[in-house]
């Protein structure tokens, strides 16, 4: 996701995001951690890993934004439109409300959940790679 609202805010004038479903954000490296911890703890039953915090698609393409020019990507953006997800169609169907609780993680001895918007900030600095103005290798 961040890799795409990345290209969209370099390659358009105006970008659509959903304001009206809300949930946790999770760094990929982040939830491994958490797996392995959960593995190494003798952790049984069903757990839940995301970032900390919560934010609706659009919060989420503007902290994009927001960390792409703080890195000093230049940005064609001039203006993030938030709309309702009913205009904005996908092949997954989303709730309205799936923030997860970690509660049941947190409780792990050396459970560590960072603030999304740190994880964020850490993919944009150490995992995307932009050459010439454009988005050459990231996750998706």
Not at 26 to 45: E, P, Q, R, S, V
Not at 115 to 124: G, P, V
């Amino acid at each position: 996701v961040v890799t795409s609202r990345v290209k969209a805010g370099i390659n358009e004038e105006g970008v659509r995001a959903g304001s009206d479903k809300s949930g946790s954000t999770t760094f990929a490296g982040d939830m491994a951690g958490g797996i392995l911890n959960i593995g190494t703890k003798d952790g049984a039953g069903l757990f839940h890993y995301a970032n900390q915090g919560q934010g609706s698609w659009d919060e989420l393409a503007q902290a994009v934004f927001e960390e792409a020019r703080a890195l000093g990507i230049t940005l064609k953006l001039t203006e993030l439109r938030p709309i309702l997800g009913l205009f904005y169609p996908t092949q997954a169907h989303r709730p309205v409300y799936s923030v997860l609780s970690t509660a049941k993680y947190a409780a792990l001895p050396n459970a560590k959940i960072p603030f999304w918007r740190e994880s964020l900030k850490h993919y944009m600095k150490n995992c995307l790679k932009i050459e010439q103005g454009q988005v050459v290798s990231g996750l998706n």
